[in-house]
């Protein structure tokens, strides 16, 4: 079967559906790969590049001949007109909120693969071409809200003066959201996360944010994987947090978005009005409505000195990698499709994944899907009751108390006086040098360093004590264990030192 790869006819669209790199792993598969000419310039992917990978370069109405077509942004009825009998499509499509293209679609046996339906589930992580764009997208947020504020993120003290961090709110720590923490804590801001899902606080944290929470017991987790609609009681909570923070932050970035519904209004006009003259906020759910009342779509609008940022291109503003997340996903797909890698195309509707994403399969639309039980949420096990099992006295025994008295009153009874003074020391010693041993502080050693870092520091004093000795003997043999435990301790507190060396920047 033959590929064709169509070029973007969306405004302000840099992104090709499939680039260079993807084309040599999907050409193992099987397939034949035809290139709308010029498809991939505008994401400096040109067709030379294609050329020596093996693909086809081609005029549109080639490319409309075959058997499967991929692209980026959903189809226009243009596109979908001149779709035939028996070809299949695979690109975004929102059938949620795109009923027209879904029932346009619904003739011949025309094939529907829509990749923002692709199932949250773990099998499926690597196809989610859904979280790959929103994973730019946060980032790219970031960088736009920091070309529109002016300022430094991090804060610098110099001669001229001290300069302050700049304070971020992030609401909603998805893809997008945990994207944009981790890009702006890097440059140096102080950011500060909210996400009506707990699970998600230390995956926020871990990044260097401040999660923040309402007074609240209420879980936002659901089945879907998205955060659900929350209680009126909540929602009032939020929303008297976010003026709070408003009031205090230099930069919003929403991400809030319920699948197939209007984003909810998050960020109100009295919200903005609270901020500080030269703030910004980046709407990132702009595309369904936005999260702040004042968002207009791809427009910038500025109320009371603040910013509001609508783009929908963020991930377009950077095509390279955008492309090339895409085509890995796109690849994953049409692995899943080929099992046999003969450049077959097989639509298994019993694969919870295909069946997922298939809008329209033979001419008939099947979306909705069914749904798939993908909480992110742990569930708590339950506890289970264990039997009381009353423990066995055992029966202490005299037996060895008696035996050690007796050995011990025969050796003092037969043995010499200096011998039990001996034994009395010895006895003696091993019990303190057991309390000094055990008792070391491990505070920059490992607890196994520091144990036998205070074996050799009593061996050293108890050999120290025999240098005196006029006996040849045990003079060399103390001499040999203060050397051997010296090397114990130097480099003991020699490792210690590379040890901590290994934290240091």
Request: with cysteine; charged share 20%.
């Amino acid at each position: 079967m033959k590929i064709g790869v169509l070029k973007e006819s969306k405004t302000n669209e840099k992104r090709v559906a499939l680039t260079p790199s993807a084309v040599t792993k999907i050409k193992k598969l099987g397939y034949e790969i035809s290139i709308e000419s010029n498809a991939g310039a505008l994401s400096n992917f040109f067709n030379t590049a294609y050329e020596q990978v093996g693909a086809t370069i081609s005029p549109v109405d080639d490319i409309f001949k075959c058997d499967i077509l991929l692209k980026i942004n959903k189809p226009s009825h243009d596109e979908i007109e001149k779709l035939s009998s028996n070809q299949t499509i695979i690109s975004f499509f929102s059938p949620a909120t795109n009923s027209d293209s879904l029932q346009m679609c619904s003739k011949d046996k025309l094939n529907i693969l829509s990749m923002d339906s692709v199932p949250r589930i773990s099998r499926a992580q690597k196809m989610d071409a859904l979280s790959s764009m929103a994973n730019v997208a946060g980032s790219r947020a970031v960088i736009e809200a920091a070309h529109y504020f002016g300022r430094f993120f991090g804060g610098q003290i110099t001669a001229a003066g001290k300069i302050n961090p700049a304070k971020i709110l992030i609401i909603g720590a998805g893809v997008a959201g945990l994207s944009a923490i981790g890009t702006a804590t890097s440059l140096g801001a102080i950011v500060r996360a909210f996400d009506t899902r707990p699970e998600v606080k230390e995956q926020v944290e871990s990044l260097g944010a401040q999660f923040l929470t309402v007074n609240l017991d209420e879980d936002g987790s659901s089945s879907d994987g998205y955060a659900k609609v929350m209680s009126e009681e909540f929602i009032a909570a939020e929303m008297a947090l976010f003026k709070e923070q408003a009031s205090d932050v230099d930069i919003i970035i929403t991400t809030a978005l319920i699948p197939g519904k209007e984003a909810p209004k998050l960020i109100t006009k009295d919200m903005v009005e609270v901020m500080k003259p030269g703030s910004i906020i980046v709407d990132l759910a702009s595309q369904q409505g936005g999260n702040c009342e004042l968002c207009e779509k791809d427009a910038i609008v500025e109320h009371h000195g603040v910013k509001i940022i609508g783009f929908t291109d963020l991930p377009s503003r950077l095509p390279s990698q955008s492309s090339e997340l895409y085509s890995n996903n796109l690849f994953h797909i049409l692995d899943e499709l080929t099992p046999a890698k003969d450049g077959s195309l097989n639509i298994d509707m019993d694969d919870d994944v295909i069946r997922g994403m298939t809008v329209v399969k033979d001419g008939s639309i099947t979306y909705p899907p069914p749904k798939i039980e993908v909480s992110a949420a742990p569930k708590q096990a339950e506890k289970k009751v264990e039997p009381i099992v009353k423990p066995v006295e055992k029966k202490s025994s005299v037996y060895p108390a008696v035996i050690a008295l007796a050995s011990l009153f025969l050796v003092g009874a037969f043995a010499p006086a200096s011998f039990m003074n001996h034994f009395t020391v010895f006895v003696l010693s091993c019990f303190v040098g057991y309390m000094v041993i055990w008792n070391v502080t491990s505070s920059l050693h490992t607890p196994l360093m520091s144990v036998t870092n205070a074996v050799s520091s009593i061996i050293i004093i108890g050999a120290i004590t025999q240098i005196s000795t006029t006996d040849t003997v045990s003079l060399v043999l103390a001499s040999i264990a203060i050397f051997i435990a010296s090397i114990n301790i130097f480099g003991g507190f020699a490792v210690t030192k590379r040890m901590l060396g290994m934290f240091k920047k």
